[in-house]
């Protein structure tokens, strides 16, 4: 009601949300910092479905439906950053958009037509406040499809087994445990809040977009940082990034990547520790995301990209194959 996505007057209706439009600060930091709580509500969601590899069948449409879910909340997050209209807002948008100008033959006319001009510009901003707008029904479709699959498939337990042999009931477990989370969610939602709104977003996005003052450094919202710190990694623009993209689609390829009868890593050692290996190179492209592009950083950032495409496309499918050719031996598997 009182944004204005144009070039000229979108920072300062931001400003205006905050300072005059009454509890506009409220609306404004709970929508900035609720981003940032979905973001690290999803990543502990995909994380603790990798760990007890949930991906697997029969449960891989709820799996691939979440990977789905998983990137289009990353580009609606994106196009969202850009709306303030601040340094980062104009930068990050030119910086990203102009990626696509890596794919030959297309790549240019692609982002000409983004941008609606040769520049992101106010057609651009018009554009991604449409979009921005229009996207969260789709994620609220894929959202529906994702529990459609998850009722017909149920949920695993921690222990791999079969959930139709052993069930808990709702209540009263699971409602006192969802109802402690949701209480220390809203304490850390309101300590961000109140006291500290600004801590996850970058200082620059408060001064107005200017496209002939380049910031020195750009950095991205947090959440995308590991994925940035794998596009910065490689020399190559265009094969950066198709790594970059090949980062969250093999997520969705898991269920075929790596298949084991016995899903839970409570049993699997072996796992468990490449697990969290995979834990630590994804904590540290975060970190390396929002360094400068020099060494060391760029040397760790391709270190931690090939250690986190070696635990998808190397140390899954060998410990699947060592752990069922050590079961075999022992004849802890059912014979076909």
Do not use: C
Request: charge should be neutral.
């Amino acid at each position: 009601m009182h944004y204005t996505p144009h070039i000229l007057f979108a920072f300062h209706s931001v400003e205006h949300i905050m300072r005059d439009v009454p509890f506009g600060w409220l609306l404004r930091y709970s929508h900035l910092n609720g981003a940032s709580l979905f973001f690290i509500l999803l990543y502990l969601h995909l994380f603790r479905n990798l760990y007890y590899s949930s991906y697997s069948p029969p449960r891989h449409w709820t799996w691939i439906f979440g990977v789905l879910l998983f990137f289009f909340s990353i580009l609606t997050a994106f196009i969202g950053y850009v709306l303030p209209w601040g340094q980062m807002s104009l930068w990050g948008a030119t910086v990203i958009t102009n990626l696509l100008s890596a794919f030959p033959l297309f790549g240019h006319s692609l982002v000409t037509w983004i941008w609606g001009g040769f520049s992101v510009d106010n057609p651009t901003l018009h554009r991604f406040f449409s979009l921005h707008f229009l996207l969260p029904f789709l994620l609220f479709a894929l959202s529906l499809l994702h529990m459609i699959a998850l009722h017909h498939s149920s949920s695993g337990n921690p222990l791999g087994l079969d959930s139709s042999f052993s069930k808990i009931p709702l209540s009263p477990y699971f409602l006192l445990k969802d109802f402690l989370g949701l209480l220390l969610l809203l304490l850390f939602f309101s300590f961000l809040l109140f006291f500290s709104p600004n801590s996850l977003a970058h200082p620059d996005n408060y001064i107005l977009a200017n496209p002939m003052l380049t910031p020195p450094h750009i950095v991205p919202e947090w959440y995308f940082l590991p994925f940035y710190a794998i596009l910065r990694s490689i020399p190559h623009k265009l094969a950066g990034v198709l790594i970059m993209i090949s980062s969250i689609a093999v997520l969705a390829l898991l269920p075929w990547i790596h298949s084991f009868s016995s899903r839970s890593s409570l049993f699997r050692p072996l796992f468990r520790f490449f697990f969290f290996l995979f834990l630590a190179s994804f904590f540290l492209l975060t970190w390396i995301g929002a360094m400068p592009v020099e060494s060391p950083f760029l040397s760790l950032g391709l270190f931690s990209t090939l250690l986190y495409f070696s635990f998808f496309l190397l140390f899954l499918p060998s410990l699947a194959l060592l752990e069922s050719s050590f079961l075999s031996s022992y004849h802890l598997l059912p014979s076909s």
